[in-house]
């Protein structure tokens, strides 16, 4: 058993991490950090984890086998080094090891990047692009909610060949999504009975979209329109992607694709229908439903996930599997709560 | 002061046409129908429009000024049919008098259009497209909820050629828009905390946004990918619009065209930031956002409405003031009921 | 046509005031003072109240024919007494002068009253308790929102003897009664999926139900444990009312009872099945459904209302028009935003 | 390891009996029955279950351990005879086996009770009540979802003969307690942002709560005032418990009552704050917050729990470890899905 240790235990990603690892039967919950909550314990300030036998702390104090950091950006990658240093596993779950370019960090960040050095090192936690590289990797940068989506959805067409290098991504996000922090935008009677884009002038999640796809082929970065949404409930992504076709296709081919492509993938499956995202609810499940606008040649993807667990929390322990050598879905087998 | 029918008041399009008529100065609701309720008082069958004092019926009995239909297709052509011999003016809330083609109707709607003879007459009650027109004519053929959004949102820059001819409409929906009729997927369980996509093979609000879209410029009907999405809300759609730019344009400019082609609509409003749904809740109003992805070249235009309303029976009511030539928002100066 | 003045118009109960005058023929709203939004334009900071061609200020300072007040306790008293030195009708709704006794404000407020000396000029702005008073007085006191449907809901058995005077109200509200403010309790993600209890050590609202019911009948103030719910849901109150039958009454009787009690009261009605508090949206109803518990003797009665209407701004737009000489319900007779 | 099978999976109890045994060590499901599913895989027609690999039967048709059955009352006690008569555990989820006696149960239910011969031999499945019996049985009469929270939140107070014999229970349940079939008033349209009260001519789990509080002390069965009110939120039942306290006591004394009475039960917990139900979400927890009305001498306890686990299928699976000699909470320690 893994002694595991959570950096800002007392946020909505934090707080989804040691839930999580309730159900893990390899790995331990062994330390919680959190700085305004810091020497309350963990079930006296969340009661719903109330079944740790924790105290939040400052900094992690005992050894631990691996660390899953919910800090922001900058300050992750901060706390991260010593843990780093010391040769410990670590899943991050900020932006601060997402991005292979130093420079790009920068553009979207507004900042230099803190640990440019150790860039090299990272692997990007989506397991269904970097299953083999996670195995061997310490530094996890596990991806933000909204690239989990859309790459998901996008990346075997994309590495087929199937579309244009310039892609549509609309997605829907629950309020979660935005943290706890307090915001007009995020309160109740607000946010209730709207729905509303936002990030129009550009949202950080997208150099990351740009940067996987790119990945998968010989060819420059593609094009990505993002545009994040909304929505009044509390968890789910949904990413309903777009592109061109650059040739014709049947359905029937596009759905043998996708299920090939994600085959081996225990949690990313092909939807026989256009799925819900309350069919993911507190899963590591992405549903996928790839279809085709005929009349227009364009490639219409959906991708369903829980922005909390696959988009978050359970796909840092999903990669943390990897690197300790388990089978990828050991304590992730959890059915959606439904309804 | 005009005598208004309405054409079965049970459904959530009808009872909202009823709701808005108790504030109109010239029009008084005189009859409503209903098969399933009929002989029941009006506020019996639907308490929130207790103020009227009206009994259901099963047909119009009594001479009324003009008639709102509110039942499905072909139904409504069908009620309408007497009341349009008769020189009555007609506002259809159903898809019978939207396209101008019979052809088209039949491929979309399954059967032979039931009165092709009528379709020339029919003005499509978009006013701020056909306000001329509108003034004009006995039948009224008002706009899908989607179609409303969308055509709204993207007719200054296809009317300008600022756009390609291929647009992307991600349109997102309370499931008011749904009706009332009884499906598991409205049954409030399933429906809350979850997004879908559906129509995915083609939803019929598709042709009608071709059809006016291609009536902006000399050239063939533009391509229309539409995608509408179901959203744990009663009411409201968002519309996000995409299309490829077929030359640069500042944010400026582009803010400035959309405002000159709404400048004498008064629903129809340029929002200086991106608006939530609930900004037009139980209003008239369609609030429009338009913007660039400059790193992709592409317009983006967000478009919030109440589906309800401007979606349906308050541009039906703003339709029926041009007919009678009244003032276009006699009776629909309605400040959303917010929060 | 009278000048109405609102101080603080960007709370919930301010704005709501403000949407209600657009509606009213004979009020014309032409001062809108908020501290934090001094020198906006009202569209500007409330987007939903654009049509008002109004700037905001930090005093009202020209001279208007009645003032409402939605600031909160103390500060509303010391805003208004200026108003009322120069002779202008308030209606206040904050706290400040509901309470007939200024020990029992200071019991539950937690300091002196600023005005004692007016508690006897102030009417409580219930105008199916008090219309008679409210024609008289230039001092509304409007009534909190808990209070107006729980003290609607028990008057008649109470002012009959027909219960004990021991009353339990188990009232549920929607979140928009907790004001506009930040805490972590109105978050979208805290707030949604969940009910729950608060004020269980004593609610301000008690001594207001207590105070009134003890009015309508020569005894002691009843007893009064009172119990408010957070729902998710936006507006809305529902107060479910409980007492012991003093004697047997049928269930005809007791609707008889209360029918005839609020027979010449335009807002308040008997509804024939238990309400839903979405009958009341955006009205000024107060919908009453009285039964018996015949097995254990007791009286259950349920009360819906909208919170910022009936429960707030409506009111005090009632009880202005008692003030004034109109017709009780003008500007008011709107039917509900259903669905 | 148990083999499970569940009768009428297709509703959502039986569903969430379902999603629970997936956390299960020692139990295992192999059968699962469903009339209008009957044929198709489990995973297909409740695709959030899809890990299980069944197939959907009419009747269980292999030898089981234990028979969980979510079907309607009457229809449950025919198809769980055969099963009783063969020596099977079984956990029934409807009515058929709560009430002791057949005279009450065709009261309420409106027919004769299907098999009273059983009565005698069936045990309330409420463990903190009837754990030593529960351990001998083979026959669960699982609590209905309301009497699971209103007992609990009375037992103590009721067995140390603190309170009168009439107590009032206030109750809020979410949606998904009136289960998936279809009606308008669960149509999300006509539930959102509506609370409404229900039941009040009175419910039938009335009964239950009466014979169970009565068996906790020796005078005849408290007079109980039932009221359930419907929620717009999926999950959750938070119930208000009111009673006058027959002496004094201070909170420490009774908050220390509280924790004794449920000190080695290790699913209910009193709760420091008064609790949202969202901190039970998909658990099997009650959390219990008593507190006094000084003032009306009266007790004010709070009861949240997951209407679906603890109100139903969680408490069938702790009984039947129970049954079968099982540490009580095993495959149940869930955190809550929070927020």
């Keep these: 058993v893994y002694r595991i240790g959570i950096i800002n235990v007392t946020g909505y990603i934090g707080m989804e991490a040691a839930r999580l690892l309730a159900y893990h039967p390899e790995f331990r919950l062994t330390a919680v950090t959190g700085r305004s909550a810091a020497g309350k314990r963990l079930g006296e300030f969340l009661p719903h984890l109330g079944q740790f036998d924790l105290t939040i702390t400052e900094e992690i ?34 932006a601060d090891f997402r991005l292979k370019s130093a420079e790009t960090y920068a553009e979207w960040y507004g900042r230099e990047h803190p640990a440019p050095q150790l860039l090299a090192d990272a692997v990007y936690g989506l397991p269904e692009l970097h299953r083999d590289d996670l195995r061997a990797t310490k530094i996890i940068a596990t991806p933000g909610c909204y690239p989990t ?41 607000e946010a209730n009975e709207s729905v509303s884009a936002y990030g129009l002038s550009g949202h950080r999640h997208q150099p990351e979209i740009g940067q996987e796809l790119g990945l998968l082929r010989e060819a420059p970065q593609p094009s990505v329109t993002f545009v994040p949404h909304l929505i009044p409930m509390t968890r789910g992504i949904l990413a309903t992607c777009y592109a061109k076709l650059r040739r014709d296709i049947t359905l029937e081919r596009l759905t043998a694709l996708y299920e090939d492509a994600y085959a081996t993938h225990p949690f990313t499956k092909v939807h026989a229908s256009s799925p819900g995202t309350k069919l993911t609810y507190g899963t590591n499940l992405c549903l996928l439903h790839p279809t085709v606008d005929q009349r227009a ?34 304590g992730l087998r959890l059915p959606a709560v439904y309804p």
Tied chains: 1, 2, 3, 4.
Aim: aromatic share 2%.
């Design 61 to 94: 104090e005992d050894s631990v086998d691996a660390v899953i950091s919910a800090l922001p950006h900058a300050a992750s990658a901060e706390a991260l080094l010593p843990h780093i240093q010391a040769g410990t596993p670590v899943a991050d779950l900020s």
């Design 297 to 330: 040649g364009r490639l219409v993807v959906v991708a369903a996930i829980d922005n909390l667990v696959k988009g978050g929390a359970g796909q840092a322990i999903q990669c943390l599997n990897l690197v300790f050598g388990l089978p990828e879905e050991t």
């Design 149 to 189: 989506a859309s790459i998901l959805a996008l990346a075997p067409a994309m590495r087929e060949g199937l579309i244009e290098d310039d892609v549509i991504v609309d997605a829907k996000s629950g309020i979660s999504g935005a943290g706890r922090g307090l915001d007009l935008k995020y309160h109740y009677a």
